[in-house]
């Protein structure tokens, strides 16, 4: 059976070297989901290749299947931009690098999903842009849940079905995905508390299209309890840790003027 050649769009989430000239490619595909190619003399190749297959790139790729193989076969790759910010800078690198780590844990072959194809290259095209990268990963994360079936829910409190007001604290549980009023939390559970402005910030950025969704603006208390909110429940989800947040981490706690987040 020949081999079948197909296009579509692509972010590279992660690369390395196979053999002594060929590299293997990890890719976000707008059309085919989680996507395994092997780009065959793409280490010694001057032209067809190079400066493209770098993280985070997006790009333009033909690549051929062949059947019985896992991998399919690269055949050509064109640059539409290679956020080079991110690359060179270490804070957009990390910020960065833990969306790749999210993608990479949900993904799945043959799973398209323009939704999280549209808002990956989004909050690439943001972080590159030095656009509060931080604000940027808590909208890109509060949506990816969304769209992987895990919507956080900030309507009322999960048992009692109180709504929030300004003046109660309400905590959020990440084993179920919602909001416990001070009444029904109990100990043991795990929640992170969270404001009044933080909920309806969230609760907003859950329903703003794509096109404005970076106009919301995030930071101090609010950023600190989004994040530790989106990190714990990322956590919780998956049952790991995610670890560019750890670098993420150390970074702000070597930076003394910025918060520190869990
Ligand atoms: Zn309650």
New binding site residues.
Partial sequence: MAAISRETEAIVLDCFEHGESDVILTLLSRDAGRLSVIAKGAKRSKKRFVNKLELFSFLHITYQISPNRNLSFLSEAELHTSFLNIRQNFCLYTTASILREFLLITIREGEADEQLFRLSLWALHNIDRHLQPLAILALFLINFYGIIGYRPDFTG??????QTTVNRRYSFDTTTGGL??P??SRQGQRLVRLSHGTIKMLQSAQIQPLERLHRLKISGNLLQESLSLLHDYGRQLFQREIISWRLLQKQQSANHDKPKYR
């Avoid at 409190?157 to 109180?162: L, P």
């Fill in positions: 409190c999960n048992m009692c079905n109180k416990i009023c009444d029904c």
